[in-house]
């Protein structure tokens, strides 16, 4: 029985020690935040959770969950219609690290000191959400994206143990504000995104909203604090730069919005100028000029009453590229004038001095290149209200 017992100690001890090593497994859990790239799609910059076996042998994987699939059925159908849903992935730190490498994007890093439960926690769900039934998600640009996302994982993994500190570092800024730091530098794509988000983004974004841009995050984390298990400690235990590139000097393109709009304010105050004078109203250019608004008026309404996306509803851009200009062109197009036509060039009058006032107003901002367009089409409704129905005039 002796025997027995010590044979039964023996084993019990030996699997003890096997299960030592596993028991002795720790890691490292920090904060990647990577700088904008130079494409419209990499402006904001990325963030990822690096999670690192310490060891020679050890794992050190990056969770990211700022992906998508383009195998997905009806893709950019999805993509224009708000319906994609972007996904977790996981890759190698390495194979993480050498992309950032390649595009030259600086990459921080935050080590974060959480404790032992705290750590588990979030590594068994980052797992969980990981599982293929799980890792897919209806992505919004604003409050469910690569960073917030990140944001939400480490709130449920420490609860009420993560206390956010940044209330203060935020000025009074719009989430419109927010994205012009970002894509100032690409003025096309900065005027195509003022054109399709409505006035719901131009209210005054939280210190904690404003964490969907990875930059605001990174520096929420490095002012954020533990408490409840001990004493009162920093989140980001280190901090390090794991990428550094020079700064490029930024240069606007000779072709940009602002020259090319006042371009064509001054042209079509020019012919309004000579046609007044010669009796003509050069109408092909206005069938020109709301065609391009009346196209524009079609993705506007899209955009806000046939898509899931939350940032494009109430947009009054739709104010001054609004569809029934279409109709305008078709009626300027007819050799015999309609009766309705004056009436529309007064609406569409109307409708650009409301835009001006919305403007002013505050109830949405509009891109400052735009100014010239809005001066263009009250000139020209203006014009041709007065003078359309004089048949002593030429069309043009």
Known sequence: MISKS???????????????????????????????GKELYSSFGHSAIRMRQIGSQGQDLVFNFGTFDFRTPNFYGKFATGKLDYMLSVSTYADFISEYDYFKRDVREQILDLNAEQRDFLIQHLWAQYDPARRYYRYDFFFNNCATKIRD????????????????????????????????????????????????????????????????????????????????????????????????????????????????????????????RKKQLFLGFDVALFSILGILGLVVTFLWFFTDHSATKWNWNILWVFPG?????????????????????????????AAVVF????????????????????????YLYYNIGNRSLKAG
């Open 359 to 382: 403007w002013i107003l505050g109830w949405q901002s509009f891109h400052p290149s735009l100014i010239p367009i809005l001066l263009v089409i009250i000139l020209r409704t203006n």
């Open 6 to 36: 010590k044979i039964i100690l023996f084993v019990f001890l030996l699997t003890l020690m096997g299960l030592a090593p596993v028991k002795a497994q720790v890691y490292e859990i920090s904060l990647l935040t990577c700088d904008p």
């Open 153 to 276: 994982a480490f709130e449920i993994a420490m609860g009420d143990q993560l206390v956010w500190n940044d209330s203060s570092q935020m000025g009074e800024k719009t989430f419109r504000n927010l994205i012009d730091e970002y894509v100032y530098p690409l003025p096309w794509a900065d005027l195509g995104i003022d054109l399709a988000l409505g006035s719901v983004i131009d209210r005054e974004a939280t210190a904690r909203e404003s964490q969907f841009l990875p930059d605001y995050m990174e520096a929420a984390f490095a002012s954020a604090t533990l408490v409840g298990d001990g004493p009162t400690r920093p989140l980001v235990k280190e901090s390090r730069v794991i990428l550094e590139y020079p700064d490029e000097e930024f240069k606007m393109d000779l072709i940009n919005p602002y020259f090319v709009f006042w371009g064509i304010a001054i042209l079509f105050t020019g012919i309004t100028f000579f046609g007044h």
């Open 325 to 353: 200009h279409l109709a305008l062109v078709w009626g300027l197009m007819k050799k015999e004038l309609q009766p309705w036509v004056k009436k529309y060039l007064l609406f569409a009058l109307i409708m650009a001095d």
